[in-house]
């Protein structure tokens, strides 16, 4: 449709544009002149047309090698752009030139910049719609993950964990994300769970990673990596990472000491927060919810967002509460940071 299109007002600009050379030479030049006109523009406006409609065929693939709903969207605003600054840019053909010429060449124009607007405002779709203050979903794909040095292999703890989400945006750790099915399906289970806690965490990974596809700059895809071989989910966790060269992003200490073992690169988000941020230390009060008795008499345990423990002294009786506790110490163990603390009223 595009050569088609473009062969025929490019073949009426030229018959025009013929036909006026001719007719300033004498009444019979002026039909060999449009006769001329016309044939070399059927040749040369098919030759553009063709040129036109490769440009466009491989302007997606340069600039965005996907096509999507907000993409539709945004090259629909451009084409309608397209055709204003077309016929802005137009306007002068026509009024400066004869009628012959200047309503065929002004149509071409008005093709072209709404063709190529559309085309340009698809490939930056996401950047288009922020402007507005839309945000532009991005498909959560499944693939296959073949050897990807340059991607992230995500743990269910890391997405429980929720500072990957913190990383990303900051664009400390910007590029490729990939969660096998398996650990999507792992953190379902954990969000149906009976256990009011368990389904807190479960629900806090499924909405991380539902707001990590959405960061810029972040590519999130589910794996379709099975693994049958190994039953465990850490040990196909650790297959996939060591065949993919991918980095594994876990707070699972066990995890990460395994993949260390062997060669395997680790992101731990809970290590890189703990460096970052101050820590709270003795005197410090901080609120949270006491979940579990702990081993000692009278003692309630409990858990920062981050997964840091907490030991309460006389929160025993508090099991479901919200607390206010002073901490009283502060340990760091090979699982991480564990807070002591008592009831600070």
Do not use: C
Not at 5 to 18: I, S
Not at 48 to 58: C, K, N, P, Q, S
Not at 77 to 93: H, K, Q, S, T, Y
Not at 254 to 272: E, K, T
């Amino acid at each position: 449709m595009m050569v088609e299109a473009t062969r025929l007002l490019v073949t009426l600009t030229a018959t025009a544009a013929g036909f006026i050379v001719g007719s300033r030479i004498g009444d019979e030049s002026a039909i060999v002149g449009a006769t001329i006109g016309a044939g070399l523009g059927y040749v040369l406006g098919g030759a553009f047309g063709r040129l036109v409609r490769r440009a466009l065929d491989a302007a997606p693939g340069v600039i965005v090698p996907k096509v999507s709903g907000p993409q539709l969207f945004a090259g629909a605003f451009g084409i309608g752009l397209g055709v204003i600054v077309g016929l802005v840019a137009g306007f002068p053909i026509i009024y400066f030139m004869p009628p012959e010429v200047g309503w065929p060449l002004a149509s071409l124009v008005v093709l072209l910049i709404a063709a190529f607007a559309g085309t340009v405002f698809a490939a930056r779709a996401d950047e288009l719609l922020a402007s507005f203050g839309l945000g532009a979903r991005k498909p959560l794909a499944t693939h296959r993950l073949g050897s990807d040095p340059e991607s992230f292999l995500v743990d269910s703890s890391a997405a429980i964990d929720g500072r990957i989400l913190d990383l990303a945006r900051s664009g400390l750790a910007r590029g490729r994300y990939w969660v096998p099915a398996f650990v999507v399906d792992e953190l379902q289970a954990i969000a149906d769970s009976g256990d009011q806690s368990r389904r807190r965490r479960g629900r806090r990974g499924l909405d991380v990673l539902e707001s990590l596809r959405d960061v810029v700059g972040i590519e999130l895809a589910i794996l379709e990596e099975h693994v049958p071989e190994f039953p465990e989910v850490d040990a196909k966790l650790l297959a996939i990472a060591e065949r993919s060269e991918a980095t594994l992003v876990t707070t699972d200490h066990n995890l990460a000491a395994a993949a260390g073992v062997r060669g395997i690169g680790v992101l731990n988000p809970h290590l890189v927060a703990d460096s970052l941020r101050p820590q709270a230390g003795a005197g410090d009060i901080i609120e949270v919810v006491v979940e579990k008795v702990g081993s000692e008499p009278g003692q309630g345990v409990g858990y920062l967002d981050d997964g840091t423990m907490v030991v309460i002294e006389r929160a025993g009786q508090s099991v479901g509460k919200t607390v206010e506790v002073r901490v009283s110490n502060a340990v760091r163990t090979q699982m991480g940071r564990m807070l002591f603390g008592r009831l600070a009223a």
